[in-house]
Structures are given as C-alpha cells and as structure tokens.
C-alpha cells in the first residue's frame, strides 16, 4: 500500500539497506560471470573530504551508467575508494594536535605522528564514503581501496623500482612550487593564482667599465621586478636578439646592484621589447621561466632563500664566491630575515645608492597554497622526478587514434596542449604522511631503490663488498644479523605525490600486481567520469601508468562533466558564500530531487547553474509520479499475469505503449551517448506529460465506468506502463522507483536488479523473470539498440492529434485572456471521415478538457474564427461575441512593445565592447537568458496578433 505523501527521508536508509542486504551492487555476481562486464572507477575522493556538489555531479553521472547497465545484465565493476591527500590529511592530525596542546608532528617523531594519522583515518576518514552512500552511489562497497592500503602501497613501490630501473625515475636539482609554510614541494593543482595589488620596481644596473651616474642612461640598464629580494640571486640581464636598443651590450656585463657581481647581458627571446624597458633580470634559482633561460645560456643557480622563504646569505657558498667586502656585510645584516621584511631594506638600500629609478603599482596574480594561504616561492631543490616526456609519447598516440576518445571531444585539445609540452613530474614531497620513497643511502650517498628494505639491504651489501668497503665476512654478517646493520643505509625521508598512487588507480585497485584475475576481466575500464580540472593532473598520468604497465589504455572514453555553479552563474565559494551544500538539499527535498536535477542540467560543455528552486521544482516531479502511483492503485491498477501490451485492443493503451517503446528507445540511446540532461529531459515529459497529465487523465473515464474488458486492460496497462517507467526513470532517481517497485506489486527481486525495459515487438514483450533470490537473478541480454520498437501509428495519430488539439486550444485562450469558465464552440473545417469519427469518439474529453461548448463540422471556417492547424487539420473557434477582439489586440500590442524594448535594452548591452569585457561571466550569461526569455514572449504574443486577423 502506497503511503499517502511522499517522504524521502523515510524511504532513503531502508531501501539503501535493502540493497546492501542483498549484494545488489556486487561485481561477479553468480549469474553474471559469463557477462560482459563493465567497469568505473571512482575519482578517489580526499580521506579527508566532505561531500560538494561537484561530487555530487560526478557520482550521480557515474552512477547512472552503472545501474543503466547493471539492469542491462552486464557485470557491473564500480570500484571505490578514497586517496590519502598527503598534505591535506597531515594537517588535518597536525591542528588536531594543537588544539589538544598535545606535542606537535616534530615532537612526537615520524613513527609515533604516523600511528595517530591512521588513528584518524580509523575513526574519521570515512565520511565521504558514508555521503555518498546517502546520494545513493551504487558501488561495489566491499571491494573499497584506499592509496595507502598494503596492496596498493606493493603496486606503488613495483612501479617506482621498474621505472627508476628503466631510467625513467631520477633525482635532479629544478624548480619547484614551494610551500614555505608546509615546508613541501606541491603540485600545480595546489597553487592557487591570486590577484595582488603590488608595485613593479624599476632598478638600474650599472655596466661594467662605465662610471654608474643615475642621471646618465648611458651607464647603467634598467630591469623591472615585482620581488626585489631576488635580485641577490641574479645571474644574467636578457634583452631581446632583435632590440636595436641593446645589441652593442649583448655578451658584455652588468654590475648587480648591492651585490657587486659582474653579470652577464644575454641574447634571449624570453625579454620582450614590448614590455617595459625590454631588459629583464635573470633569476633562475626563483623564477620559472628564468630557470630555463638560466639553462640555455649555461647559467648560474644562485638560491638566495630557505625552506621558510628567509634569506639565506651568511653560510651560502653560491652567493658568496668573489664578493666584495662591503656585500659580505650586507649579507649579514639580511641573513634570516623573512622575504618580506628583506624587500623593504633591500628598495631602501637600491633607492639610497640610487639604483632605484621608479615603482609602478602593479595588480598581477601571486601564485599562493591552496591550503596554507601563503605567497608561494619557485625553490631550487633536489627532488625526485619521472621522465614524463618519454611516458606521455605513448599516451598522446592512444588519443590520436582514437582509442581513447574525450566527449566532448574539445577537451582533447586541452588534453594534447598539456601533453605535448609537458616538463619532468616532480613526484616527491617533504611530508611524512604518504607513500615514503623506496630508496636508500649508503654511508658515501650512493642510493639503492629497492621495493622493500631487505633487498635495499642486499644490494648494499653487495655493492660495499664488490668496492672492498666492507668484507665479505662483515656483508654476510650485516645479512644474518639486522643489528649489525643499523645505521648501514638510510632511508630517503621524502614521501610521493599523491598523484602517482592515484595514476595506477585502474589496475592497482584490481589486485595488481598480487593478482592479475580482476585485471584480466575489469581492465580496461569503460569509462572514466571526471572534472576538466584533473585532466592533465590525473587523467594523463592514468593514461601513462596504464600504456606503460598494462600496455593498454585505461578507458576508452573519458567523459568531461562541467562546473557546478550558483544559480547565477558563480563559481561556487565559501568568501562569496554562495556555496550550496548537497547533504542539505537531501535533507530537504531527498538524494533523487537533487540527483534528477544535476542530471537534468549536465548538457555537455556546459556549466550547471543550480538553484534549490530547481531542486525543489524536480521534488515536486518525484511527488507528482508518487501521486499517479498511488491513483493507479487505488483504482485497482495492477499487471495481469502474462500481459501483453503488443495484444491490447483499445487505442489508448496501444498508444501509451508505443510511447513507452519510443521513450525507452531515446533514454537508452541518450545514456549511451552521455547526453544526460537529454535523457532526464525524455524521462521527465514522459512521466510528466505523455503518462500522469494525458494517459491518465484520458484514462478516467474508463476507470470510472462500469467494469468491462476495456476497464481491465485499461488497468493492466496503466500497471505495466507504470512498471516501465520505474525501470527507465531508475538510474536517476533510485530510491523513489526502488520503494514504488516494492510496494505496486508482490515482487521478488529488487529494482537495482531488474532487467532495463526490453524493445516491444509487434507480437510480445518479454517480461523480466525475477528470482526469489536477488543474488541468483538470470540475466537477460537486451536486444541491440537498433531492435524495431512496439510500434502503433494509427494509434499515436489519433491520440497526438487529440491532445495537440486540446493543447492548442488551451494555449489560445491563455494568450488571449479567455476565463476558463466561458465555453466557445468548435468547428472542425473540411474534417474527412475519419477525423469525424476521432472527435466523435473523444467528443466529452474534448469538451471537458478545451472547455468546449460545443463541437462541429463545416467546410469553411466561420466569419471571426481564430484558426488553428493541427497536424494538417485545421480547427476553427468563433470568438466574435466571445471578447472584444479590438480590445485585444491593443493588449497584445502593448505586450508586444514591451518583448521588443527588453530585446534592444539587453541588445545595447551586449552591443557595448566595454561591457561585455568587464562584466562578469555570470552576468553576461543573465543577460542573454533574459534576451532569450523576450525573444520568446514576443513569438508567442505574434502568433496571438496573427490568429487575431483571421478572426477580425
């Protein structure tokens, strides 16, 4: 018995037991094992994380093709799991710790702060796992990973060692974004670029053998810099080859300022002659691009900074060779102090000498940790790197030809420009939360990379034996007895990108390489649902791993959704506080509203602006479909054993099924093609229009009659259309069509497990044979999508017609202002036999449902008719006498020059370039959308005026 109103979070906990209890999301299920099986892995969200509402977009999607095909018979694999977030979860201890005044990271040592950080993972790391749950993600929850579990770690280490062995793992001094607050080397993906109000310090460098004068151009060369505290550490001034200006000083010197060290002037097309004064410092210790102008002009590296962003001058070899005494001093007075406070004393200094020849204010974007909040520092360091280059030559072939393929597809040009330029991955980090790197060093720093530390051990042994370091009596010892050992080698501190145990991902998570029987059936996957952000970060490093190690590419389709934003277009932030949580909208309107609505806007290449009025409003249609149920049952709608919608005799019902066929048809084709916003369109008028507003409306004179033949296939046919619809409508909204599913019918199977609709055939439509046992449900194959639907033309003309023809009617007199309670007549013009027989069969439910008067036929409309054509038939409605038609139209008229002054105010608008240059994305959009809006207001309001003519 279908409950009176519809509740969510009444239904939500126990129908997601109900599926736990009965294995429905399990890969290798009994009778699935011959199955084509197909494979998702989830985007490992953060151990760390809570649920956001790009989650939310990204399992809904996932999930969507995962019950599409897990009711299609396939062996469905959705593998998840959560990644450790190295940084994330450190911090995460590490303020627990301080806000227990407990002894912090450094304090405790490595050994004892790893224990608590697994101590958190136990107790607080599986949030996410349990909001997504909530969302209704059906995953195959007793295969869960995590990045750092043992098999996944023995993958990690396997792959560090075979790649280091091959030479496409090494140690390098480089560049890298430097976290001065963490102390760690981050990823791009962490670097948050800020725009800064700052200043652009113009500074004047003396030539060598030239009197420096400020007041004499001719001496000295002017650079411009937004970090004066670098300057110690230049090494170069690089003018551009072509600029008249500079070639006479191109392989002279320049004098560094302050510093006193002669510098090279270098020709390089880095120094625009355009900018500034088109000379520019060269930094490479602490600039990017520097570092490799620094490279090809075979230039010094000079670090002026520590770990914690300090000037490191006192002690610092590099920048202390050959400098004159009064730089020493300098060096002293700056030794330590942090960058910022340096950069006052160091434009005092330029500005007293008169190296200082103007400051510029200057907005421009400072690269800052997402995380920590503070300005980040390109930091020279030894770090170890994978040869990406030789890995992503593999990985760009598979896109080129096609086997794996970006829908949309405009993201493989993204995915190709950051490919085809790529630069050494820095794989190490300077935490201690993480995969720690599987490399030694002996008591010389000779370095042994081993997956565990006895064959580190080994091959130490056997290398200080072979060089007579050691006796081979001291190494065979050292072997047998770890306590002779200790201290012999030591282990590199330096833990690994989380990205490089996220980029085996599709094969570690399947046993590898403990086991290759999940790798042979699941790899490779079928698709991967990601955002465009992660493209470069996770998607090419998984397409690497996986042609390098599996030789096979990981999926072959990667689908790019969109940004989530506010309803008005925003990026989504906590500072603007538009951040809309989706654990609140579930709680409000349920896990299906907010999933159907996510759906319903994922159009490809566009981005979502949500609202909760949307939510809301896609509640009201879980409500709605509720509401038709529980009319059906109430009306003794049930499915007969052995029916046959393909049999039915009466017209109505042979049409709901072959909109039902048409339906499945779109949705499946849509889903296959991940137009999903498409597919939860069809679902939506399906439901909405075709079935609650028109199938059942039309039905109720039937089911209010007197019991008949006609009645009992009305019902039936109302149930299994009905049935229909819970299957389709189940991959988007879950817990609705699973709790309908149970309580409509004595079922012995669950939803999640049912067969998707089958195409009907002209002779029969074959129900789905349902197990007692959910765990032993048969698998039926569904026919090839191109299978000939359930078909009835003759039946979908008569009851298109006559719902087009209602609807026609209705909007006429919406647009013309008629009340609903005055009734007009119908005249149906040069109407042949069979329309006559139509509107004589449907003449009372034209009648109640147009607000007819009365309904006749004619050979030519009458004098002051508005006509109307529906499919080729045209109707006439008399409305002389009616409204005043001269009143009217001076109503459309206003109504028409109002339509037509909003087009030309948002026209001027999006006309003005300075407009549409400064205006936010957000508000741009708004205007075209209320353009849109106008544009069709004024359609209509001229198709009115147009009927009004034929009327006058």
Known sequence: MIEKNYQPAEIENRIAKAWEDAGAFRAGRPERRDAEPFTIVIPPPNVTGSLHMGHALNNTLQDILCRFERMRGRDVLWQPGTDHAGIATQMVVERQLMERQEPGRRDMGRAKFLERVWQWKAESGGTIVNQLKRLGASCDWSRERFTMDEGLSRAVAKVFVELYAQGLIYKDKRLVNWDPKLLTAISDLEVQQI??????????????????NPEDASTF?????????????????AVNPDDERYKHLVGKHAVLPLVGRLIPIVADEYSDPEKGSGAVKITPAHDFNDFEVGRRHNLRL???LDQEARMSLSANEDYLRDLPEAALIFAEELHGKDRFAARKLIVAKLEEAGFLEKIEPNTHMVPHGDRSGVVIEPYLTDQWYVDAKTLAAPAIAAVR???????????????????????????????????????WYGPDGKVFVAETEDEAVGKALGYYVEQEVITAEQGHDMALDPAKREGFITRDEDVLDTWFSSALWPFSTLGWPDTDVDVKRYYPTNVLVTGFDIIFFWVARMMMMGMHFMKDVPFPTVYIHALVRDEKGAKMSKSKGNVIDPLHLIDDYGADALRFTLAAMAAQGRDIKLSTQRVEGYRNFATKLWNASRFAEMNGCALAEGFDPAKTKETLNRWI??????????????????????????????VWNIYCDWYLELAKPVLMGADSPAKAETQASIAWARDEILKLLHPFMPFLTEELWGVTAQRDGLLALAEWPLKASAETIIEPAISADPLAMPVVVMPAPEAAPFSDPAAEAEIGWLIELISAIRSMRAEMNIPPATLFPLVLVGASADIKARAERWSDVMKRLARLGDISFADRAPDGSVQLLVRGEVAAIPLKGVIDLGAEKVRLDKELAKATADIQRVDAKLGNEKFVANAPEEVIDEQREKREEAESRKTKILEALERLKGAE
């Open 401 to 439: 030809s096609g086997e794996t393929a970006f829908v949309p597809k405009n993201w493989e040009k993204t995915y190709f420009e950051w490919m085809e330029n790529i630069q050494p991955w820095c794989i190490s980090r300077q935490l201690w939360w993480g995969h720690q790197i599987p490399a």
């Open 221 to 237: 060369i002017v650079v411009a810099t937004t970090r004066p505290e670098t300057m110690l550490g230049d090494t170069a001034v």
């Open 302 to 304: 000079i670090s002026v």
């Open 195 to 212: 725009e800064v109000k700052g200043s652009l310090w113009h500074l004047r460098y003396p030539l060598e053998g030239k009197q420096f």
């Open 657 to 686: 099924a072959h909109e039902t066929a048409r339906a499945t048809r779109e949705v499946t084709e849509a889903i296959q093609a991940y137009r999903f916003n498409d597919a939860a369109g069809i679902m939506y008028r399906f």
